[in-house]
């Protein structure tokens, strides 16, 4: 027999009654009914219940050691009465009678639970990731990483691709978040940089000539963080040659929607073609470039109803500049004070001045508050234009959209959420398309890349020449699942004059982006095909699949909200004869 067992403990079933085994694991849990001890033994695999009698050797010791501590058993599968037998576990019908048992290794007493999985503190979790890891919804989470991984290669594999591997020592781009820099030992003074992204490399494996690339890459980023985002994280990094946007959508929605059906647990998935949203409708009607389609609520422009009508504010406020607007977030079956009033509440604690609503009064027999008084007649028409009538209600903003927009879509998600409005029990799919080429930077009072530089902007150099760079789009575009953005991507650009002039207009001297990204555009100069690509993140895809809220939740040794690893103790100092092999010096922080 093997050393350490002959079944795993997820593995014995009825048929293997009678049958002698060996069984290695962890005690998950210990109870004693009056002499005989029956322990619950776990694996990766899963959970056999074990029986003892005081005379079996090795009772005693086994008696006194902790749950978590790791032991041997030899014994004999024996079947279950119907009254134990637990319906709940694949291995229930059976128990295994200990006949010998050795304890392999003697956990000291826990610093956090295994077994029942109560809330604890992140930093006792992080420090202790072990035992973290041992427990059931954490561990599941992680095999459904791999196997969602596995998916994810086998699909693309299947649409044609090709796996390649680009470097993790590269150097430091401009553009985009902060990199994280790796001093050279070799080269004094010099830096690399962690990739954030493998974009450069993926587009210069097109430009060699690889039709179809993809790869699970690691990627860096040195930005601050939230629950969906980490310093490191793994992206399903994709690019294909002689491409149309729509190309790029036909190859990646059969493996999104694939991915999601298998491993959602039964809830719906939309059926692709995805729908395209373009940019500017989302943020209109949702108040968000990454929309939560499982919330019915449209906003809409309902500006003309308050033009040089009674509610004097917004009518004032649509005279004072014609950029603004008024927005209604229409709220069905929210008619009441009381819900209204926690909604101007909650708009207030968010820094608002009020969220002004219109709902239906039964008490009157028509629609109430402050608005439908003032503004009269009108209302009926109004509320009939957004779809609305007894029992409903409607919420609105007013000023300049660019101010408000992220306001209103947050108010359109905590209406759709405190009045249950969302079908939860599905995974809701778009496109994001016709991003800005260009943004206003308030911050450095220029025209800048709103997303990604290295896009194709649509009408290429004549828009870039002729057109207001705030004017321009691009063709690039965003996958969103449930109102989590889980890739960009774009057709690039891949023809050296066009990369210019778009960095020229984003306040970048043609030297600057020479010496930045000489090796893309030398390259792109000895012959380019059109390209295109994207990059979904695997963290995200688990997270929704796991239904969890946090990244870190479906991350083996994810780092804490503070970017710090408490298990391995990073980051950390190093010695001084390391930092004078890199020729570099710590400097304490300026005091500002």
Known sequence: MHAYRSHTCGALRASDAGSSVRLSGWVHRKRDHGGLLFIDLRDHYGLTQLVLHPETPGFERVERVRAESVIRIDGEVVLREGATINANLPTGEVEVRVQAVEVLSEAAELPLPVFGEPEYPEEIRLKHRYLDLRRETLHRNIVLRSRVIQSIRNRM?????????????????????????????????????????????????????FDRYFQIAPCFRDEDLRADRSLEFYQLDVEMSFVTQEDVFAAIEPVMHGVFEEFGE??????????????????????SDKPDLRNPIEMQDVSDHFRDGGFGLFNKILAADPKNRVWAIPAPTGGSRAFCDRMNSWAQGEGQPGLGYIFWSDDQGAWGGPIAKNLGEPTDALMTALGLGQGDAAFFVAGDPDSFYKFAGSARTRVGTELKLLDEDQFRFCWIVDFPMFEWSDEEKKVDFSHNPFSMPQGELEALNTRDPLDILAYQYDIVCNGYELCSGAIRNHKAEIMLKAFEIAGYDASVVEDQFGGMLNAFRYGAPPHGGLAPGIDRIVMLLAGQ?????????????????LLM???????DKQMKELHIRTAPPIKV
């Open 157 to 209: 594999f299947q649409q044609g691709f090709l796996e390649y591997q680009t470097p993790i020592l590269t150097a430091s781009s401009p553009e985009g978040a902060r990199d994280f820099l790796v001093p050279s030992r070799l080269h004094p003074e010099k830096f690399y940089a962690l990739p954030q992204a493998p974009q450069q490399f993926k587009q210069l494996l097109m430009v060699s000539g």
């Open 549 to 565: 809220q946090a990244i870190r939740e479906v991350i083996a040794f994810p780092l804490n909200q503070q970017g710090e690893d």
């Open 569 to 575: 103790s990073a980051p950390s100092p190093v010695q």
């Open 266 to 287: 039964g809830k719906r998935v939309d059926a692709y073609p995805f729908q395209r949203i373009p940019y500017r409708e989302s943020i209109a009607k949702y108040g």
